[in-house]
């Protein structure tokens, strides 16, 4: 079995040798292959690559910043392989990730991708959220147009956070509908068969969600196997381009929109908008804020809570998605490693029972990250 590990570099080659170095230490099925894609067009970025990276690991640099999409696709059409690691620089595989995700991969012929589980902090406490159904990308206006506190929004939070405990509690390989391409190893066969690994035209963001609806549509499942486990520092590649990064993933979500669209999707948004204008919802929530000293301070729960808790942290005040953390005991404290991990915005978090029924949260609160 061969395995094509993909990395691509954009003015983050510190974290691409970590991540580099996590892939090359993992017991592994079958041969590996490691190829970094350097996007930076930066000199000083090549040489610090190919200067600290062991021979075995091929660099290639670009003349110019060709997007995510197309360097994986580079690497993919330059080296045959059996499958395809994905993984961001930002990102690393924990010991004995790779052989079990090999494992699940090739247990069916019908599995096209499949995904460890996901930590945002070294430390393993947040894990990520799981990644949102496609189709939910073309309705997350709905949720923004009646505001969190409407009893549409409140009841698909239920259910999203229901379905979350489930992702992130289970012990058994998990089916779900999409995957995130930080983190993620696909059967080449099945990339193939849907048409290819990235749609070009995706320069940054959405071409996972892309590459994973064409696998739906040929045939294979997507699962989450909770034996392999990763770490994902999200967002840390190009802190320094945000706005940048920005403006690409709402170019991208458009031209999924766009690709995806069908007519009687523009007919529900015309009910939804007529449905606003009559009801007149408020795009409001009951909310507290809080300063960095005070989110970082230890904070007392209730006694019905303090079993086993749940602490949701989203940029979103419908917490779609949401990381989350679970844990136990009268206090809870939001980790200064997390605060640091945080692109600049507003985000959001609340504690409830870890369970999908009479969650009984705590209010929301809300704080700002400023440069």
């Known amino acids: 079995m061969q395995t094509l590990a993909i990395i691509v570099n954009y003015h983050s080659a510190s974290l691409s040798l970590q991540a580099v170095n996590s892939v090359l230490t993992a017991c592994v099925l079958g041969s590996l292959h490691v190829v970094v894609v350097d996007n930076s067009v930066n000199d000083r970025e090549s040489e610090k690559l190919r200067r600290h990276l062991p021979s075995e690991v091929t660099v290639v640099s670009c003349s110019k910043n060709i997007g995510f999409g197309r360097a994986c696709n580079l690497a993919f059409e330059a080296f045959p392989t059996d499958a395809v690691l994905l993984l961001n620089p930002d990102g690393r595989l924990l010991p004995g990730a790779l052989p079990h995700l090999q494992e699940t991969l090739f247990s069916k012929n019908t599995i096209g991708a499949v995904s460890p589980r996901i930590f945002w902090d070294s430390e393993r406490r947040f894990q990520l959220p799981p990644s949102l159904p496609p189709a939910f990308f073309e309705f997350e206006f709905v949720l923004h147009d009646f505001g969190p506190i409407a009893m549409f929004s409140r009841a698909v939070d239920f259910f999203w956070r229901r379905y979350s405990i489930r992702f992130w509690k289970t012990e058994e390989t998990f089916p779900v509908q999409n ?193």
């Open 179 to 371: 995957l995130s391409g930080g983190a993620v190893l696909l059967k080449s066969t099945a990339i193939n068969t849907a048409g290819g690994l990235f749609d070009p035209r995706f320069f940054l963001y959405f071409e996972d969600a892309d590459l994973f609806v064409r696998l739906k549509r040929a045939g294979f499942s997507l699962l989450m196997d909770p034996r392999a486990e990763a770490i994902h520092h999200y967002d840390q590649c190009g802190k320094e381009n945000l706005t940048k990064k920005r403006t690409f993933m709402t170019r991208s979500h458009q031209l999924f929109i766009k690709k995806y669209h069908k007519p009687w999707k523009s007919h529900l948004k015309r009910i939804v908008a007529l449905l606003k204008a009559k009801r007149n919802f408020k795009n409001t929530m009951m909310k507290t804020k809080c300063m960095r000293d005070d989110l970082l301070k230890q904070r007392p729960l209730p006694r019905s809570l303090q079993n086993e808790w749940l602490l949701e942290l989203s940029p979103d005040p419908s917490f779609i998605p949401a990381a989350g953390f679970f844990g136990a005991g009268p206090w809870i404290e939001f980790p200064e490693e997390c605060w640091k991990l945080l692109s600049p915005g507003r985000y959001f978090f609340r504690v409830g029972r870890a369970t999908s029924f009479r969650p009984r949260l705590t209010p929301v609160t809300t704080f700002e990250k400023i440069l």
